[in-house]
Structure formats: structure tokens, C-alpha cells
């Protein structure tokens, strides 16, 4: 027996109590997150509809997503890389403007951000079934509103042209997630510097962007990393509309893969286009960290 063999038993015999401990998590590792991640790659190039065991081992259903089936999942693609590149920023800029108004010692604001955090740990279903209500086209308060403002009313979400317009609006009910985030990084950012930048001259508006700005640079590659994966999973819409909404004008990448699998009951095509999807967020993340030279780490 080898000194390495020798070595694991000595130590499997000295710490067994401690690898009993971890082995509960070691299996809801393997079974709920290997087991399924391997499982979906073998089905993806299978026709598998749950009924009937796999079969036809192939690359049809990758050759279907980027053929037949392209025209409807292009849309899907556009889509969702529209609603990131456009809700990702906006939130990003709405909640750094939010945490800049409460990042101060003025009476009563823990009371503020309390109320603005409050929406983020509702439930994603409730969130949207509450939408649903106040965005209905005849008895939602929303077009109330608009009528008192003098505006003309609007289908929202049941309108092709507004509807990603309308889901882009209603994200922003999460912008509490980020302010405190925002609130975080800028706790950090050290008073030395900004009483610096005063001395030299420099006004609120010139400290925010010469000192502030920079030394947030983490937070701000963390916020867009995460926001921007999110966003490209994005699925509450699902429970707004039932599917993808009027003339698939909210079919988000997330909402095509869920009706393929448990509409359509094509679970190996469904598994291929989960793939897929996992490649993109796989090649924006990379594009992302490939270009996080801006990124200021203080030693």
C-alpha cells in the first residue's frame, strides 16, 4: 500500500465524524444540482417528452433552434438582450442616484430605505400577479392615473408596442436590491479623499465623478455582472401575460424555454435551448470580466 493510500484512511479514520457532517451536503450537491445539470445536457440531444424514455440521439434539436425554429427564437434572443442592455443601466443609474439621496445622517432616513428595500423581498409571483392589477387596461389604477394627468390611456402589456416599455418600468420596483448595495460602496469610499478633492477646488459634482465614481468601480462591475445575468433569465413576465405575451412581444428567453418544456412537452428541445441560453450568459459574463480594466481594487 502507498504512503498516499495510507495517508487517506489514516485521515478518513481520524475525521470520519467530520465527513458524516458534510456528506448531506455533498448529495444535495450531487442530486440536485450535478445530477440535473448532467441530465439535461444527455436530454438536450434526445426527443424527450417524459412520456416515452429518450431517443434519437442527436443534434436535431440544436439544428432546429438555429433552422425552423429560429425566426420565433431569434425574436425570443432580441428580445431579451434589448430588455438587458436597456433595463441593466437604467436601474443601475436610478438606484446609485437613490442610495446618493439616503447616503446621509439626516432624521429619519433608515425609515426611507426601509420602505424603498421593503418591495425587493416580495415574492417574485406576487409582484407580478399585484402588476397585473394595476396595469389592467379597463379597471387598473394606472390608467387612472394617466387620465388625471391629462394623459390618453394605454394596453400596457397587452400592447406590442408597449409592452417591453411596460415590463422595463415595472423591474424597477426591485431598485431597492441595488441601492443598498450602492449605500454599501459608498460607506467605504474614504472621507480623507473627498476632503481632499474639496481643498483642490473641487465642487460636489467634481468630487462625485473624480472620487466617489471610481471608488465604487467594484460595486459597480458586481451590480452589472449580476443584474445583467439576471436580466437575461428573466421569467416573471410569465405570470403577467401566460405565455409570451400579444404577437410574442414578451417572449423572453426564459418564457420560450418554460413553454417548449411544459407546454409543448418538448423537454429534450427545451434542455437544448436551456443550453443555449447558458452559453450566452457564459459569453456576456466573459465579455464583461474581459473588459474590467476600469475596475478600481484599493490595496
Given at each position: 500500500m502507498t504512503n498516499k493510500k495510507r495517508g487517506l484512511i489514516y485521515d478518513f479514520r481520524t475525521n470520519?465524524?467530520?465527513?458524516?457532517?458534510?456528506?448531506?451536503?455533498?448529495?444535495?450537491?450531487?442530486?440536485?444540482?450535478?445530477?440535473?445539470i448532467v441530465s439535461s445536457l444527455f436530454y438536450s440531444f434526445t426527443d424527450y417528452n417524459i412520456a416515452y424514455p429518450p431517443y434519437n440521439f442527436g443534434l436535431q434539436n440544436y439544428i432546429k433552434a438555429f433552422t425552423t425554429d429560429w425566426a420565433k427564437l431569434g425574436k425570443s434572443i432580441g428580445i431579451t438582450l434589448l430588455y438587458t442592455v436597456i433595463s441593466v443601466p437604467v436601474n443601475m443609474l436610478l438606484s446609485f442616484g437613490l442610495a446618493l439621496l439616503l447616503d446621509r445622517a439626516a432624521k429619519g432616513v433608515g425609515v426611507f430605505r426601509v420602505l424603498f428595500y421593503t418591495p425587493v423581498i416580495i415574492p417574485g409571483i406576487v409582484v407580478s400577479l399585484l402588476w397585473v392589477d394595476i396595469i389592467d387596461p379597463v379597471y387598473g389604477i394606472a390608467n387612472a392615473i394617466l387620465q388625471g394627468l391629462g394623459l390618453p390611456k394605454s394596453n400596457f402589456i397587452y400592447d406590442p408596442s408597449t409592452a417591453l416599455a411596460t415590463v422595463i418600468v415595472i423591474g424597477f420596483w426591485n431598485i431597492g436590491a441595488n441601492m443598498i448595495l450602492w449605500l454599501s460602496a459608498l460607506k467605504n469610499v474614504s472621507a480623507e479623499l473627498k476632503e481632499a478633492a474639496r481643498l483642490d477646488g473641487a465642487g460636489a459634482f467634481k468630487t462625485l465623478l473624480s472620487v466617489t465614481i471610481p471608488m465604487c468601480t467594484p460595486t459597480i462591475f458586481y451590480i452589472l455582472?449580476?443584474?445583467?445575468?439576471?436580466?437575461?433569465?428573466?421569467f416573471g413576465v410569465y405570470f403577467m401575460t401566460g405565455g409570451g405575451g400579444t404577437d410574442d412581444s414578451l417572449l423572453f428567453f426564459g418564457v420560450k424555454i418554460y413553454l417548449e418544456a411544459f407546454r409543448s412537452t418538448r423537454f429534450g428541445y427545451a434542455c437544448a435551448l436551456s443550453w443555449i441560453m447558458f452559453v450566452i450568459v457564459g459569453l456576456v459574463s466573459c465579455a464583461l470580466f474581459k473588459s474590467n480594466r476600469w475596475v478600481y481594487y484599493e490595496d
Amino acid at each position: 500500500m502507498t504512503n498516499k493510500k495510507r495517508g487517506l484512511i489514516y485521515d478518513f479514520r481520524t475525521n470520519w465524524k467530520s465527513y458524516i457532517f458534510v456528506l448531506p451536503v455533498v448529495l444535495g450537491v450531487l442530486i440536485f444540482s450535478v445530477y440535473p445539470i448532467v441530465s439535461s445536457l444527455f436530454y438536450s440531444f434526445t426527443d424527450y417528452n417524459i412520456a416515452y424514455p429518450p431517443y434519437n440521439f442527436g443534434l436535431q434539436n440544436y439544428i432546429k433552434a438555429f433552422t425552423t425554429d429560429w425566426a420565433k427564437l431569434g425574436k425570443s434572443i432580441g428580445i431579451t438582450l434589448l430588455y438587458t442592455v436597456i433595463s441593466v443601466p437604467v436601474n443601475m443609474l436610478l438606484s446609485f442616484g437613490l442610495a446618493l439621496l439616503l447616503d446621509r445622517a439626516a432624521k429619519g432616513v433608515g425609515v426611507f430605505r426601509v420602505l424603498f428595500y421593503t418591495p425587493v423581498i416580495i415574492p417574485g409571483i406576487v409582484v407580478s400577479l399585484l402588476w397585473v392589477d394595476i396595469i389592467d387596461p379597463v379597471y387598473g389604477i394606472a390608467n387612472a392615473i394617466l387620465q388625471g394627468l391629462g394623459l390618453p390611456k394605454s394596453n400596457f402589456i397587452y400592447d406590442p408596442s408597449t409592452a417591453l416599455a411596460t415590463v422595463i418600468v415595472i423591474g424597477f420596483w426591485n431598485i431597492g436590491a441595488n441601492m443598498i448595495l450602492w449605500l454599501s460602496a459608498l460607506k467605504n469610499v474614504s472621507a480623507e479623499l473627498k476632503e481632499a478633492a474639496r481643498l483642490d477646488g473641487a465642487g460636489a459634482f467634481k468630487t462625485l465623478l473624480s472620487v466617489t465614481i471610481p471608488m465604487c468601480t467594484p460595486t459597480i462591475f458586481y451590480i452589472l455582472v449580476t443584474s445583467s445575468i439576471a436580466a437575461l433569465q428573466t421569467f416573471g413576465v410569465y405570470f403577467m401575460t401566460g405565455g409570451g405575451g400579444t404577437d410574442d412581444s414578451l417572449l423572453f428567453f426564459g418564457v420560450k424555454i418554460y413553454l417548449e418544456a411544459f407546454r409543448s412537452t418538448r423537454f429534450g428541445y427545451a434542455c437544448a435551448l436551456s443550453w443555449i441560453m447558458f452559453v450566452i450568459v457564459g459569453l456576456v459574463s466573459c465579455a464583461l470580466f474581459k473588459s474590467n480594466r476600469w475596475v478600481y481594487y484599493e490595496d
